[in-house]
């Protein structure tokens, strides 16, 4: 199938599936395949249109983000040079909508592990747990359903290179099953009462919390924190800091739960109800700068 996606639809379908806030897709030769759950999906961008096989064009509309009005979005978040300059760079960036159960374990997962750790346990775990898929003769593997981690062992868990996040995910995927948590219902509740519902479960911190609301439940006022927005923080945004916090964040590795509050407010009051936008273009423009 294909859509011609008229000019006012600004996407760029390689920066949003290369900054971090997915991990099962794969570049081959020009064409993009990811699997979402029990589907594979084929998918290339050649100007203004997307070439796509395996879903139907509501899907897609909805996976990509493409009825977010990125214009208005970039009127918003654009509060300074800083920023402006990331929106250029990165133009097109939009914030996809997966699956939340599979995006809940991806950034378990994540948890102290870089892009291509994480992208390596979420393989091993769909290669032993999910059941596989042929597409256009390859062999792909939909991603473990909620039953079926929940009856592992923490012991085979820990065979998929999840290391001490077994136990999280074989406690989350069990309290979720005797629970019938339906994830669903985050959609219609505010951010604060969605992600403290997240934050019961095993392995889910306030950066995971914050990546399942905006990744996955559509929290666009979310703003995950992590080393890369810190840098973002001290090299760009420290004057709205008082000179001991940004000492703090200079002689600290890692956040503490306070401080990471207050990057987070900070986010979330500065750039307004498009946050999570302005943070995943800070997050790509440090990224890239090494």
């Known amino acids: 199938m294909k859509i011609l996606l008229p000019d006012s639809v600004i996407f760029n379908l390689d920066c949003t599936l290369c900054c971090g806030q997915t991990f099962r897709w794969e570049k081959r030769a020009v064409w993009w395949y990811g699997i979402v759950r029990d589907r594979v999906l084929r998918i290339r961008q050649t100007g203004n249109q997307l070439e796509f096989e395996g879903a139907s064009e509501p899907f897609i509309t909805t996976y990509f983000g493409l009825n977010d009005d990125l214009p208005r979005v970039y009127r918003e978040i654009g509060k300074d040079e800083h920023i402006r300059t990331a929106i250029e760079a990165f133009r097109g960036l939009r914030i996809l909508r997966q699956d939340p159960w599979e995006c809940l374990v991806s950034f378990i997962c994540a948890s102290y592990k870089n892009i291509a750790a994480i992208r390596r346990m979420l393989h091993e775990l769909s290669m032993k747990y999910g059941g596989q898929i042929r597409f256009e ?75 399942v609301l905006l990744f996955s439940l559509g929290k666009l006022e979310a703003f995950p924190v992590d080393v890369w927005i810190k840098r973002a923080a001290m090299g760009h945004y420290s004057s709205r800091f008082s000179e001991e916090f940004i000492r703090r964040l200079q002689d600290e590795k890692g956040l503490s739960d306070t401080d990471y509050e207050k990057l987070n407010y900070f986010g979330r009051q500065y750039f307004g109800s498009f946050a999570v936008y302005a943070q995943e273009y800070l997050y790509a423009c440090e990224r890239s700068q090494g």
């Open 137 to 211: 003769g390859y062999a792909f593997h939909a991603f473990p359903t909620i039953d079926t981690l929940a009856g592992a062992t923490v012991e085979d868990l820990r065979k998929c290179d999840l290391g001490y996040r077994a136990d999280y995910v074989s406690r989350t995927a069990k309290k979720i099953r005797e629970t019938d948590y339906d994830f669903e219902s985050l959609k219609k509740k505010g951010y604060s009462q969605a992600k403290e519902e997240l934050l019961q479960f095993s392995g889910v911190g306030k950066k995971v919390a914050d990546c």
